[in-house]
């Protein structure tokens, strides 16, 4: 894994890795949203 990592381009990792937080971070919103929902109902 770390092999592979070192092999592509930092550009290509920071994408990677700003794909995956931008992902956490809509599904983070998408629970507190349903959770918010919940409470209102």
């Known amino acids: 894994m770390l092999t592979v990592l ?3 381009s930092p550009t290509v ?3 990677d ?3 995956v937080l931008n992902k956490g971070v ?3 919103f998408y ?3 349903l959770t918010m929902g919940k409470i209102q109902i």
Do not use: D, I, K, P
């Open 26 to 28: 809509e599904a983070e």
């Open 13 to 15: 990792v920071a994408n």
């Open 17 to 19: 890795v700003n794909s």
């Open 6 to 8: 070192l092999g592509l």
């Open 31 to 33: 629970s507190s949203f």
